[in-house]
Structures are given as structure tokens and as C-alpha cells.
């Protein structure tokens, strides 16, 4: 609980944070908003630029955030794109694994500008070839579920160069999380090779999982 609260809170300091023990529910730490509904934070200033650089050049961006459920981030995001002038649509879990593809190609029908989604919801199965621009909010700790989100637009029949950004805050958590990933995902990189499907975890099992280690960083 409170290391998912250490790497939401740079995302989600618009509105106030208080941290409960799970079990005997007093108060662990609390903090008040730090920016209100409409003012946008370092990162989301960085995020519109990009995807004005990319419109400008005639690119439609694909934005992830892992915050879509309790700490929705999509919500703020699209909002504050939409006041930028640009056509914005948020892929949600109540689209139906089935028909997210006929709901992207919908989105192109519409000249969306950019897509707003969780990574979870378009690893495996979806090719986004009209998305080259990728915009990483967080990066998360699940190695596969990055390795797949990132590879969404970077796909057979391709013809335009494919740009992955990542943002995070110095200093904090966020980094540590992008350090880690990077590290993990080096070494599955360095023996890909053909990868089974289950692939990417059985690299780790003698090791710590991303959350594990990054827990440990923040305890030492």
C-alpha cells in the first residue's frame, strides 16, 4: 500500500492522499492536492508537447496511464488535451476485449488525435500501426505488460519511425520503478531470441520481481 502510494502520489497529487494501514485502519500518512483540476503538472506540460510535436507532423499519439481504476488519471488527461484543441478518446475496461480493435479503428474514423488507455487493456493482440507517437505516464512494474504496450504501433507494415517516451519525476519512486524496468528488461532483451508467450517472468524467478526490489530500495 504504501509503495503504490509513493509512485501514484507524483501523478496524483491534484487531489489529496491519505493513506489508511490495511488492517487496523489509522492514518499512515497524509497530504494535501498540490495542483488543483486544471492546472497541469510538470509531466502533463511535457505529454502536451510531445503530442503537439506530433500532430504538427502529422502523427496521432498513444498515451498510457496505469492509473484508470481507484486514482483515475485518464480523466484529467483528456481534459486537459481537450483545452489544447486536440480530439481525444479514452480506451476504458468496459470496451470489450473483442471489440477494442473495431473501437480504435472507430477513433482513426473520427481523426482522434490521440488515445488515452491503461497498457493493460492493449498488450497482447491489438495492432496500433496509426499510433506512432507512445507516451509512457508510468511505466508500472510488470515487464511484459511494458515490453507489449510499447510494441503496439511497431509492427508488421509500419512505415513510419515509432518514438516511445517515457516520463518520471526526479527523486522519487517513479525513477527507481524506470531504473528497475530497464534493468529487467535489458536482460530479457539480451536472450529474447524466440521467447515463449509466458516468456518474459521465468527470466526472474530467482530473482526478485520489480516490486519486490523496488520495496527494498525504498525500505533501505
Known amino acids: 500500500m504504501v509503495l503504490n502510494a509513493l ?24 497530504a494535501p492536492a498540490l495542483f488543483d483540476e486544471i492546472t497541469p503538472m510538470p509531466k502533463e506540460l511535457e505529454m502536451i508537447e510531445l503530442c503537439r510535436k506530433a500532430k504538427t507532423q502529422g502523427r496521432k499519439t498513444l498515451v498510457y496511464s496505469v492509473y484508470s481504476g481507484t486514482r483515475d488519471t485518464t480523466a484529467r488527461l483528456k481534459a486537459l488535451l481537450e483545452v489544447e484543441g486536440f480530439k481525444v478518446a479514452v480506451l476504458r475496461a468496459s470496451v470489450e476485449a473483442a471489440k477494442r480493435e473495431d473501437w480504435l479503428l472507430e477513433q482513426v474514423d473520427r481523426n482522434v488525435d490521440v488515445v488515452i488507455t491503461n497498457p493493460e487493456l492493449v498488450k497482447t493482440g491489438l495492432d496500433m500501426l496509426e499510433f506512432p507517437t507512445i507516451v509512457f505516464m508510468q511505466s508500472g512494474y510488470n515487464v511484459y505488460t511494458l515490453q507489449q504496450a510499447s510494441r503496439r504501433s511497431w509492427r508488421i507494415g509500419q512505415k513510419h519511425h515509432v518514438d516511445v517516451h517515457f516520463l518520471g519525476y526526479e527523486g522519487c519512486a517513479q525513477m527507481e520503478c524506470l531504473s528497475l524496468m530497464a534493468k529487467k528488461i535489458s536482460v530479457s532483451q539480451s536472450t529474447s531470441g524466440d521467447m515463449p508467450d509466458t516468456g518474459l517472468d521465468v527470466l526472474n524467478q530467482s530473482g526478485d520481481s520489480v516490486e519486490v526490489a523496488l520495496a527494498k530500495q525504498l525500505l533501505g
Open 7 to 30: 509512485l501514484a502520489w507524483p501523478d496524483c497529487c491534484f487531489r489529496s492522499e491519505t493513506v489508511m494501514h490495511p488492517h487496523r485502519r489509522y492514518v499512515l500518512a497524509s
